[in-house]
Structures are given as structure tokens and as C-alpha cells.
């Protein structure tokens, strides 16, 4: 295994994006009534190509995006089925497990590293 760095920065990323996503969704569902709350994503998200930068003093662009999209669509669905109780097929939860495998994939260093 290589360094844990872009790990954690995808982790970073993908925690900004469940938070931000929580609000968008209570603003959506009207448990938060106040649109102002809109204007916290709006602003959140505009520190992260900041926040990509950085990363990329350790990874590569593709993996680095890799990673956060696949850790962001981990964690969202995880938030989307134990606090917003959604709910999503059998199959569609393979495609959740497929992207554990790939983070871990994309994690090693080298082939023969896994």
C-alpha cells in the first residue's frame, strides 16, 4: 500500500460533500424551511478545487478524482439509507461494494502491491 494521503484527502472531500448534500436534501424535503441555508453548500463548494490542489501534490488528477467520487458516493449512500432512510435495490448495493474494491484498487501502489 502506498501513502494514505490522497485517501484522506478524498475522505475530506467526500465528508464536505455528505454534509452539503445533507442540507441541500432537508432543503429539498422542507425540513429546512430557510433557503438562506443554500448559501452554506454554495460557499463549501467553492473551497474544494482549493482543496483538490492540494491533494494533487500526491496523486495523480484521475485517481485523485477517482477516489473522492467513489468515497463521496460510498458515504452519500450511506447517509442517504441510514438518516434519510432511502432505500435502493440489491443490485444497486453490488455497484456500492464494486466501489470499495475500487478504492482499494486504486489505492495500491503497484500490481503486485494488493
Not at 20 to 32: D, E, N, Q, W
Not at 69 to 78: A, K
Request: net charge neutral; hydrophobic share 55%.
Amino acid at each position: 500500500m502506498g501513502t494514505f494521503t490522497p485517501l484522506l484527502y478524498g475522505l475530506f472531500m467526500a465528508s464536505i460533500d455528505v454534509i452539503m448534500l445533507g442540507i441541500i436534501k432537508m432543503v429539498s424535503t422542507g425540513a429546512i424551511k430557510n433557503m438562506y441555508w443554500m448559501a452554506i453548500p454554495t460557499l463549501v463548494y467553492a473551497s474544494q478545487p482549493w482543496i483538490f490542489l492540494q491533494s494533487l501534490r500526491f496523486e495523480t488528477m484521475i485517481i485523485m478524482n477517482l477516489l473522492w467520487d467513489l468515497i463521496s458516493d460510498i458515504l452519500v449512500t450511506g447517509s442517504g439509507l441510514l438518516y434519510f432512510k432511502e432505500k435502493i435495490s440489491s443490485t444497486k448495493m453490488i455497484g456500492v461494494g464494486l466501489s470499495i474494491l475500487g478504492i482499494y484498487f486504486m489505492s495500491c501502489e503497484k500490481a503486485d502491491a494488493c
